[in-house]
């Protein structure tokens, strides 16, 4: 108790410098990682009653049958994962705001979203840590109007005890899998933002990439459906895998840490150290950004300081550049 109300009074000092160093010259948050609302974006299709079908799947779902609320996560692949237990399937609709079922953001695969996260084959000690910091204010996230950072801190303060370790062991035993392309590119899809991610606008175009990774499903509209399958293409500068890849094997010379001797020679995650590879590199730069800005600092955290403490806003792109690029 007494250490994490420490961690907690730890991060609150650290939200008041960041604040206070915000005023001066503090850059501004990497837009692409915590996109922020377009005013006049094109809006979602109307809920039209028709069924929607998704490739290589058999099921169908109306737009009502995939909202999440009221209704079972609409379960395109059900042979991808084993049978979901209550609190990954069901939201519950009794509580007040109601829960959405786990599934629904993270998808049944557990394969998650750019503006959430992969589960699968993390396991169930560092899941259940995770959710812990969400609800103990550890992971309120650089942007705190951030609305799936909020919805996932409620979900936290709401799960019972036994249903999280029942969602733990459930993401746990999933075999990870990858639907991101990582391009290199000089250009990029000019972009809006749709809902809390990045898509490409309807009226096409491309502009110069900058200093920015650009993540996009490849079909809104799979995106919208919510198909676990959905293939993303992140378009990242040109050099910038492998100055990640020399970055994650050698350090930099002393700028940060070889990453494989906490996470795993491919980075595919050493015991209860997370998985890497293959993983959103939206999530991934908001977690480093997270890290080293004093806005995600549960326990552990402690062994990520001295990795991000001197690396720039570059470094971390072309590291999570780099490691969304990796097999899962
Ligand atoms: C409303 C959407 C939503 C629901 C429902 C939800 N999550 Fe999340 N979850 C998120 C978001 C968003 C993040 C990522 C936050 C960030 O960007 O740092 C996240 C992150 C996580 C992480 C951190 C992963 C990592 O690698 O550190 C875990 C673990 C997690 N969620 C578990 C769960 C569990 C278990 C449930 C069900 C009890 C659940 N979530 C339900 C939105 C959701
Ligand atoms: C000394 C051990 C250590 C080293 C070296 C290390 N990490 Fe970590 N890393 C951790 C631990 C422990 C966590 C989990 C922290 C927690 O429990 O919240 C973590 C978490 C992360 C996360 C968040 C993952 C998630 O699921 O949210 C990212 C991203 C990350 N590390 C990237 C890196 C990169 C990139 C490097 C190399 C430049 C690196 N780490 C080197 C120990 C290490």
Sequence with gaps: MNVSRQFVVGAALALINASSTLAADVPPLPGWAYPQPTPGAPRAAPDDSSAKHVPDSEAAFTRAQITGRGVPVADWHPTDHPTMPDI????????NPPLLSCGYCHLPSGGGRPENASLAGLTPNYIRQQVLAFKDGERPGSDP??????????????VTDDELTQAAAYFSSIKPASFIKVVEAETAPKTYTAGSILAKLPTGGTEPIGNRIIEVPDELERFELRDAHTPYTAYVPVGSIKKGAELAAAGGGGKTLVCGICHGPDMRGLGDIPRLAGRSPSYLLRQLYDMKHGTRTDLNTALMKAVVANLTDEDMLALVAYLASLPP
């Design 88 to 95: 990954v399937a069901q939201p519950k609709t009794q509580l």
């Design 145 to 158: 109007r951030r609305g799936p950072q909020t919805s996932m801190i409620a979900v936290a303060k709401a």
